[in-house]
């Protein structure tokens, strides 16, 4: 799809799931989705597991929330309000396939379904109870412009941003449900926020980071959702820690490449030395599934 | 070398050569090393082409200044102050090897020479100047542990420290001459901060960056050393933007594998998924000097 290659509008919808209420988590977010629309938003990113809730108390639980994409329930109503809202939208979802369950993120549009991608890096007590994702890491090539997609701890590894980012990704939407990290200070940025900063500075690409907040069973939440530009400084954001707030930026796609060049003689992709680290694989369909983790 | 494994103190010596003043610079650098050591450092990290200052006028100067190592000037007080004061030294050099002239770091300990580490990544006018980096990305197994060397604009590339990190590198010393970023915004972290902070937490390793102050020949420098521990946390700085002082800090690299793990089902480096982006390729040794860049 050609790229229209304009200025647009980004919304990143913070809010807090309930665990087990797939309807009210549905309604929440299409209000949300629909609030963000009317106020000009273009694309519309939701936290991870938007519509199950994240602390589930095994897998059956699990199992009776997670839908198949894209013909599940909620994936039929995000499809059928970007269809109608004529906008994109990213959303986390407990997907099911099969007897697999992923922790995947769909991507929609005004013409449907455009495609999902599945958590690579499952944290926590997601692994007895997720796949490992085996759909690699998509780069899909929309009228807003070239999307990546990730989930939460995915970020904590710079290759799959820079393997993203080799694969032509502007902008990389990132629904999470970021949890503390050890040994955070009070009054210093959150880790989750410098990770995503650094990626995107070190890519020169666009980061677009929608959390959850609130406290589900005893595990808490860190919100401070943010936006961030080619160069690492943040557009928008951070948000607060514990309230529901929309986050807007403008993005301009093309500055992903002006930002690159740092002076006449640097590009900070170009620079890359290939011949001593090498590249890392670039896919942009499913990889084979040889990876699957002990479950505990 | 069989690692001792014992907590041991470090210091970044920030402060501000002067171009051309080889004689003032070694005597600078000579002070404030043997200080560290009355102090207790077993490790001392000094800034990037301490000796020489740079921003050179051009080649001539460069060449003028720039020795062999080990066998010039600079290299040579090193290692008789690492063997003198039973230390080990990590210095950013300017380095003459035949007609080719490196930004180089030398490591060097209480029984001589180690090795010598090339930037790879070149900044802006060294481009002209320096031949880039053809030792690849060494990692030395010392008294101390095994440490890695990187050299400024080298930490802008996250494969350096994961291809060191998965070589064994539990420390990596950064001399440095920071210079500010595009779009920095007051009482925002600098961005080589966060990229190392980012890479330290990613990696579970300890980086240490001594970089320089001043401004010379309309050229600032940010100043802002710190000492990252294994979780991405800073264990002392960031220095102050432009004093000349040292930082210390204990390192314990015991903690580079108990990071790691964060929680009983993750472990930041072995979560990797190779399957879909692969690994960095690992050197410690010459790398083929493929690479050279087009000087303008």
Known sequence: MKALREPFKLACIQFEPVIGELDGNLKAMEDHIRTAASEGAALVILPELADSGYVFSGKEELAALAQPIPSGRSAQLLISLACELKIHIVSG??????????????????????GQYRKLHLWDMENPLFTPGNLG???????LGK????????????????SMALAGAELICVPTNWVPMPGQLEGVEVMANTLHRAAAHSNGIFIACADRVGTERGQPFLGRSLVIGPNGWTLAGPA???????????INLAEVQTSRDLNIHNNIVGDRRQDVYGDPKTS????????RKETA
């Open 93 to 114: 979802l407990a997907e099911r396939d099969g007897d697999d369950f992923y922790n995947s993120a769909i991507l929609c549009g005004p013409d449907g379904h455009i």
């Open 137 to 143: 890491l998509p780069v899909f090539d929309t009228q």
């Open 147 to 162: 999307l990546g997609l990730a989930v939460c701890y995915d970020g904590w590894f710079p290759e799959l941003f820079r």
């Open 240 to 250: 607060s820690a514990d309230r529901e707030e929309t986050l807007f930026a403008e």
């Open 284 to 291: 942009s369909g499913p990889t084979p599934s040889s990876h």
